[in-house]
């Protein structure tokens, strides 16, 4: 395969309109899967989503130009799936599943397009909202969160000539493999690229996925970028993701249907998928009272992906309950995901080795570390914490809470409100990196 010289194409590229999405297969995988889902059962239901920018000391409004902005989203809403692309996904296996979409679902697809959006500018930040129907507004979340951080990066860059950008790639490289090369020390152990919403840029994420791929070889899962797991024939991974639970709690109409929720939208995804499908993502409204209330149904579930709490600590109350359920861990699946880099995944794995599966997706630390890389000073390459997150369904505000109450989203007087009937049981505060 020729390898795309990155630096030079960004210092012919960076500041002109070179597409950042330059498909809608650009997304990661679990948005399609949910997607079919909320397009089946949900058809009716509006959702908004918004940006959120929890590292409040960068001012996006100021880093990024609002014209490239609009020129990057219009551009987004040009696109339309290919017909190589619904193919592919037509008949694929995925999840050693063939035909996992419904032709029913593929022919609306075909038809796709990306809703309007809202932008606008307050205190150094902007306001991206994307409202209408769910099953159009959830395909926003990865590519929104894509363009704002390239173009971010492109910012940053901005301006640097083709040898400083050459140096500055060459470094960033000499750091990825140094990753690869202290991971593939372990060959048991099992890796995926979840890396889209808080990229570099495109390119760049495609080099890291290759690297990866040669470089710890059948250690490497896969890829929850679709078009990149088509383009470099990986398999596509990613199961569902908080929106779920998030909208079924907002459209509750009553405490009982609250408490059911997180319940709930794991019974509708078990309508649609099955087997290596099956993964929990427990803590929308707090871990601990997940496990506390779940059926026993879900523990029969393939596994669980802790996503706020510590790996460790995480990982432990969840074999924990599955003892108490009377299943044996080892036939158990584990997927740690939460701002997970080289030390904390070793560290994770030797913990854990042995008395669980376990599977790590890398995401932030895996295709934005330049931390170091710059020959000179150069602010806004460092990732940031932001998000596009369900804010209201039908109306009704939606919540987040987390393991970790940093990472909490929603009205300030909703999340008391579902803290007070979730409660905060094992809630862990740490800082929000990425």
Same mark, same amino acid.
């Given at each position: 395969?020729?390898?795309?010289?990155?630096?030079?194409?960004?210092y012919?590229?960076?500041?002109?309109? $070179?597409?950042?999405?330059?498909?809608?297969?650009?997304?990661? *995988?679990y948005?399609l899967?949910m997607?079919?889902?909320?397009?089946?059962?949900?058809?009716d239901?509006d959702?908004t *989503?918004?940006?959120?920018?929890?590292?409040?000391?960068?001012?996006l409004a100021?880093?990024i130009d609002?014209?490239?902005?609009r020129e990057?989203?219009?551009?987004?809403?040009?696109l339309?799936?290919?017909?190589?692309?619904?193919?592919?996904?037509?008949?694929?296996?995925?999840?050693?599943?063939?035909?996992?979409f419904?032709?029913?679902?593929?022919?609306?697809?075909?038809?796709?397009?990306?809703?309007d959006?809202?932008?606008?500018?307050?205190?150094?930040? *902007?306001?991206?909202?994307?409202?209408?129907?769910w099953?159009?507004?959830?395909?926003?979340?990865?590519?929104?969160?894509?363009?704002?951080?390239?173009?971010?990066?492109?910012?940053?860059?901005?301006?640097?000539?083709?040898?400083?950008l050459?140096?500055?790639?060459?470094?960033a490289k000499?750091?990825?493999?140094?990753?690869?090369?202290?991971?593939?020390?372990?060959?048991?152990?099992?890796?995926?690229?979840f890396?889209t919403?808080?990229?570099?840029?495109?390119?760049?994420q495609?080099?890291?996925?290759?690297?990866?791929?040669?470089?710890?070889?059948?250690s490497?899962?896969g890829?929850?970028n679709?078009?990149?797991?088509m383009?470099?024939?990986?398999?596509?991974?990613g199961?569902?993701?908080?929106?779920?639970?998030?909208?079924?709690?907002?459209?509750?109409?009553?405490?009982a249907?609250?408490?059911?929720?997180?319940?709930?939208?794991?019974q509708?995804?078990?309508?649609l998928?099955g087997?290596?499908l099956?993964?929990?993502?427990?803590?929308?409204?707090?871990?601990?009272a997940?496990?506390?209330?779940a059926?026993?149904?879900?523990a $029969?579930?393939?596994?669980?992906?802790?996503?706020s709490?510590?790996?460790?600590?995480g990982?432990?109350?969840?074999?924990?309950?599955?003892?108490?359920?009377?299943?044996?861990?080892?036939?158990?699946l584990?997927i740690?995901s $939460?701002?997970?880099?080289?030390e904390?995944?070793?560290?994770?794995?030797r913990?854990f080795?042995g008395?669980?599966?376990m599977?790590f997706?890398?995401?932030?630390?895996?295709t934005?570390?330049f931390?170091?890389?710059?020959?000179?000073?150069?602010?806004?390459?460092?990732?940031?914490?932001?998000?596009?997150k369900?804010?209201?369904?039908d109306?009704?505000?939606?919540v987040k809470?987390?393991?970790n109450?940093?990472?909490?989203?929603g009205?300030?007087?909703e999340?008391?409100?579902?803290?007070? *009937?979730?409660g905060?049981?094992?809630?862990v505060?740490?800082?929000?990196?990425?």
């Amino acid at each position: 395969m020729t390898k795309t010289d990155i630096a030079r194409r960004v210092y012919n590229h960076a500041w002109k309109l $070179d597409p950042i999405v330059r498909s809608l297969l650009d997304t990661d *995988f679990y948005k399609l899967l949910m997607l079919q889902m909320i397009w089946q059962l949900y058809p009716d239901v509006d959702a908004t *989503f918004s940006l959120i920018n929890r590292t409040k000391t960068v001012r996006l409004a100021d880093e990024i130009d609002e014209h490239e902005l609009r020129e990057q989203l219009d551009h987004a809403r040009e696109l339309r799936f290919s017909k190589k692309e619904m193919i592919w996904l037509a008949g694929n296996s995925f999840y050693g599943r063939k035909q996992i979409f419904s032709p029913e679902f593929l022919a609306w697809l075909a038809k796709f397009r990306l809703p309007d959006y809202e932008l606008s500018r307050r205190d150094g930040q *902007f306001e991206l909202t994307f409202r209408g129907r769910w099953a159009e507004t959830t395909m926003w979340e990865i590519p929104a969160l894509a363009i704002i951080n390239e173009l971010r990066s492109r910012s940053a860059m901005k301006g640097l000539g083709p040898f400083t950008l050459d140096v500055l790639y060459a470094r960033a490289k000499a750091k990825m493999w140094s990753k690869v090369e202290r991971l593939r020390q372990y060959p048991n152990l099992r890796i995926s690229d979840f890396g889209t919403r808080r990229r570099h840029s495109f390119l760049w994420q495609r080099w890291c996925v290759e690297a990866l791929k040669e470089g710890i070889g059948a250690s490497f899962s896969g890829s929850s970028n679709v078009l990149l797991a088509m383009d470099t024939d990986l398999e596509a991974l990613g199961t569902n993701a908080h929106e779920l639970p998030m909208v079924a709690a907002a459209l509750a109409r009553n405490d009982a249907e609250l408490a059911a929720a997180p319940y709930k939208v794991l019974q509708d995804w078990n309508q649609l998928y099955g087997g290596n499908l099956l993964i929990v993502l427990p803590d929308s409204f707090g871990t601990a009272a997940f496990l506390r209330n779940a059926p026993a149904w879900v523990a $029969d579930w393939t596994g669980f992906r802790p996503d706020s709490a510590p790996p460790i600590e995480g990982g432990e109350k969840i074999i924990a309950w599955w003892k108490k359920m009377a299943r044996d861990p080892r036939e158990k699946l584990l997927i740690f995901s $939460d701002g997970l880099d080289v030390e904390t995944i070793i560290e994770t794995y030797r913990h854990f080795e042995g008395r669980v599966r376990m599977s790590f997706g890398w995401g932030t630390n895996l295709t934005n570390d330049f931390a170091d890389c710059a020959p000179t000073e150069i602010k806004g390459l460092n990732p940031i914490s932001i998000v596009c997150k369900v804010s209201d369904a039908d109306g009704r505000p939606a919540v987040k809470l987390s393991d970790n109450p940093r990472k909490a989203t929603g009205d300030a007087a909703e999340v008391q409100r579902y803290l007070k *009937f979730f409660g905060s049981e094992d809630f862990v505060e740490q800082a929000v990196k990425v």
